[in-house]
């Protein structure tokens, strides 16, 4: 059974760098048909697309994000990683990671839906 | 940028009711729209996928409908475990959400 575990510090300082790592168990990063995307929800708001990112490295963001945003994985690990720098209250949020169905040739029923997600992090951006 | 308008951001049923919710896309996704159920406290779930296809598990009272830029999401015979809220997702071009639609009790 897939499992996603978002991990990291939950109060971060204004000005600083968020970041946060997603461990994905039972199955592979390194698969074809899926990427790995982070999702967030500011407390009693709606969700908002982060990035998303392919086990290569190739990445999309968020054009409102694009400038403060790292995405990466480590295949080695099993592990997506985001790092969201010069951060402001405005970041406060649940974090998630997520499973995102990108499909192959030989897997065309895919849509880019969410379709496994983490428990979510929450991180607080105070001094 | 492709934006999501969904509506209505919240609505009144009783159990055992239909329901249904919109959302319009500001230009054509064809079918990349997913459907999600968020309980409180909980991460979003998928409920149904390509606009119509309804994920593996999830019970057959809901089901969506729609392409191009108007879409929805039925519930039919509502259970007391779906006055939750509701999402909609384009990953037509990037992804974007609807704002969100609360189901609540009447």
């Known amino acids: 059974q897939l499992q996603l575990q978002e991990s990291g510090p939950g109060l971060v300082k204004p000005s600083e760098t968020l970041s946060l790592t997603c461990n994905v168990s039972?199955?592979?990063?390194?698969?074809?048909?899926?990427?790995w995307g982070w999702i967030r929800q500011a407390p009693g708001k709606g969700l908002e697309w982060i990035a998303s990112?392919?086990?290569?490295?190739?990445?999309y963001y968020n054009p409102s994000l694009k400038s403060r945003i790292t995405i990466s994985v480590d295949t080695s690990k099993n592990q997506v990683s985001l790092k969201l720098r010069s951060v402001t209250a405005a970041d406060t949020a649940v974090y998630y990671c997520?499973?995102?169905?990108?499909?192959?040739?030989?897997?065309?029923?895919?849509?880019?839906?969410?379709?496994?997600w983490g428990q979510g992090a929450l991180v607080t951006v105070s001094s | 940028d492709i934006q999501m308008t969904q509506s209505p951001s919240s609505l009144s049923a009783s159990v055992g009711d239909r329901v249904t919710i919109t959302c319009r896309a500001s230009?054509?996704?064809?079918?990349?729209l997913n459907w999600y159920q968020q309980k409180p406290g909980k991460a979003p779930n998928l409920l149904i996928y390509g606009a119509s296809s309804l994920r593996s598990g999830v019970p057959s009272r809901f089901s969506g409908s729609g392409s191009g830029t108007d879409f929805t999401l039925t519930i039919s015979n509502l259970q007391p475990e779906d006055f939750v809220t509701y999402y909609c997702h384009q990953s037509y071009n990037f992804s974007t959400f609807g704002q969100g639609t609360k189901v609540e009790t009447k």
């Open positions: 039972g199955d592979s990063i390194r698969t074809k048909s899926y990427y």
């Open positions: 990112i392919f086990y290569s490295g190739s990445a």
């Open positions: 997520a499973r995102q169905h990108a499909g192959s040739t030989s897997d065309t029923s895919a849509y880019y839906e969410l379709d496994y």
């Open positions: 230009q054509s996704i064809s079918h990349y």
